[in-house]
């Protein structure tokens, strides 16, 4: 990062509260009983302050804490490489992390890493069923839509999306009981039911729905999925977004190699949309991307859809590992500024290129916020701060004379409602 011309900068840990989504971890002030510090969900308003004072190309290796429930890929205290940088775009933030994370696995593991490449959110649904692709291994998704565009078997006939994998060589490992667990597994994950086939030794598919397909279909469907003798093949029928979150599951469930076995292979995915869809029960938009992104070139001048983010989030072969923002503010309150947050993060994905059809979603833009930067006053008045959520004020003591860890707490404040206690005479 250095040699990048990023400057290390380390930011306070006793912070006014900055909601940001997450509760706070709230610390006591000792001279002010009933205020609270908050310990940092992340360094997000200092780099912003750091961009304005000047400093255009800044990183820490940052501790977060967010009293959150836990769940997967999230605690309560977690470190991220924090970066930020002035009029910068998708591409410099690309090739600036990306030469940070190639760099840092060749430090660890003693070889350069391949190059990190490049796909799109929908290239990763369409191909992997999952937006943090693990690239270590195949069993990709394959479309088989065309093949059944005018099959008679009613279960594919009315579907808007069929796809497939190939697991190779374990037809044998599955009897009709585990079969059986992988048919309820599909359920859970949301579809309608699975189909699976196994590959016999003279390349015959054996199921139970092969008699409802014809030979035509049956030699297309062999062939696009590569099978072999030996080969399991698994099948889903169901809307698009379904059918790409049900084979991603069962391919990495079934095709996962341990997170510790390389060969490591780190991706950015990009294009990320902003909803994925609407909840069934509430008709609500679904997030798929949080809101704090520069939107995608071809979707600024389409106000009243979905629209994709512009910066990527990076991911490794067995986990993701960040995702970024962009954003353009007005200039008078600051430079353009783009960053990222390598983290333990997980989030869903949503369509890429193709837009969701949603019914328009009124976004009401904020007023924009001007901040404003001012020497401590003369008389000792350290001026206006942030506000804890309670109402209660960060703790301040006027400077007065005293051993040195008292004079350590000057310009913290009182609340309004705590009268202030003369300093007690000293001893004698």
Same mark, same amino acid.
């Given at each position: 990062m250095e040699a990048q011309g990023f400057v290390e900068v380390e930011t306070p840990m006793l912070v006014p509260s900055t909601p940001e989504g997450a509760r706070e971890f709230l610390v006591p002030a000792r001279q002010a009983p009933g205020s609270f510090y908050a310990l940092p969900q992340s360094p997000q308003l200092f780099k912003q302050l750091l961009m304005v004072a000047g400093v255009d190309r800044y990183y820490q290796i940052a501790r977060c804490l967010r009293d959150e429930d836990l769940r997967a890929d999230r605690q309560y205290e977690f470190m991220q490489l924090d970066a930020e940088m002035s009029f910068a775009d998708q591409d410099d933030v690309l090739e600036a992390i990306g030469n940070a994370v190639i760099a840092a696995a060749e430090a660890v593991l003693g070889e350069r890493p391949p190059t990190i490449e490049r796909i799109t959110w929908?290239? @990763?649904?369409?191909?992997?069923?999952? %937006?943090?692709?693990?690239?270590? !291994?195949?069993?990709?998704?394959?479309?088989? #839509?065309?093949? !059944?565009?005018?099959?008679?078997f009613k279960a594919f006939s009315g579907a808007g999306a069929i796809k497939g994998i190939r697991v190779p060589g374990r037809a044998g490992e599955f009897g009709r009981n585990k079969l059986d667990q992988l048919t309820d597994r599909a359920k859970q994950a949301g579809a309608k039911g699975l189909v699976w086939m196994k590959v016999a030794e003279?390349?015959?598919?054996?199921?139970?729905?092969?008699? !409802?397909?014809?030979?035509?279909?049956?030699? @297309?469907? @062999?062939?696009?999925?590569?099978?072999?003798?030996? &080969?399991? *093949?698994?099948?889903?029928? &169901?809307?698009?977004? #379904?059918?790409?979150?049900?084979?991603?599951?069962?391919?990495?469930?079934?095709?996962?190699?341990?997170? $510790?076995?390389?060969?490591?292979?780190?991706?950015?995915? #990009?294009?990320?949309?902003?909803?994925?869809?609407?909840?069934?029960?509430?008709?609500?938009?679904?997030?798929? $991307? $949080? =809101?704090?992104?520069?939107?995608?070139? %071809?979707?600024?001048?389409?106000?009243?859809? =979905?629209?994709?983010?512009?910066?990527?989030?990076?991911?490794?072969?067995?986990?993701?590992?960040?995702?970024?923002?962009?954003?353009?503010? &007005?200039?008078? $309150?600051?430079?353009? @500024?783009?960053?990222?947050?390598?983290?333990?993060?997980? /989030? /869903?994905?949503?369509?890429?290129?193709? /837009?969701?059809?949603?019914? =328009?979603?009124?976004?009401?833009?904020?007023?924009?916020?001007?901040?404003? *930067?001012?020497?401590?006053?003369? &008389?000792?008045?350290?001026? /206006?701060?942030?506000?804890?959520?309670?109402? %209660?004020?960060l703790p301040e003591d006027a400077v007065r004379d005293g051993p040195d860890d008292e004079r350590a707490d000057a310009g913290r404040r009182v609340p309004a409602r705590y009268p202030r206690h003369p300093h007690p005479p000293p001893k004698s």
């Open positions: 929908r290239e @990763a649904m369409d191909r992997y069923g999952i %937006d943090k692709p693990d690239l270590r !291994f195949g069993m990709e998704l394959v479309e088989l #839509t065309p093949i !059944f565009a005018s099959t008679s003279d390349g015959t598919l054996e199921s139970p729905v092969a008699k !409802f397909l014809t030979d035509d279909e049956t030699a @297309a469907l @062999a062939a696009a999925l590569e099978a072999a003798p030996g &080969d399991l *093949l698994l099948i889903v029928a &169901d809307e698009w977004m #379904t059918t790409c979150e049900v084979l991603g599951t069962l391919r990495n469930e079934l095709g996962r190699p341990p997170v $510790h076995q390389g060969p490591y292979r780190y991706v950015w995915v #990009t294009e990320f949309p902003l909803f994925v869809g609407t909840d069934k029960e509430t008709g609500k938009p679904i997030p798929g $991307h $949080h =809101p704090f992104c520069h939107p995608h070139p %071809d979707d600024i001048a389409v106000r009243d859809e =979905p629209a994709r983010g512009a910066i990527a989030g990076l991911r490794p072969g067995a986990e993701r590992l960040g995702v970024g923002f962009g954003i353009d503010p &007005d200039p008078r $309150h600051g430079p353009p @500024a783009a960053g990222v947050q390598p983290a333990r993060d997980l /989030r /869903r994905g949503g369509p890429g290129q193709v /837009r969701v059809l949603l019914d =328009p979603v009124q976004v009401r833009r904020p007023a924009p916020r001007r901040v404003r *930067l001012r020497h401590r006053p003369a &008389d000792g008045d350290p001026g /206006r701060r942030g506000q804890h959520p309670r109402g %209660d004020r």
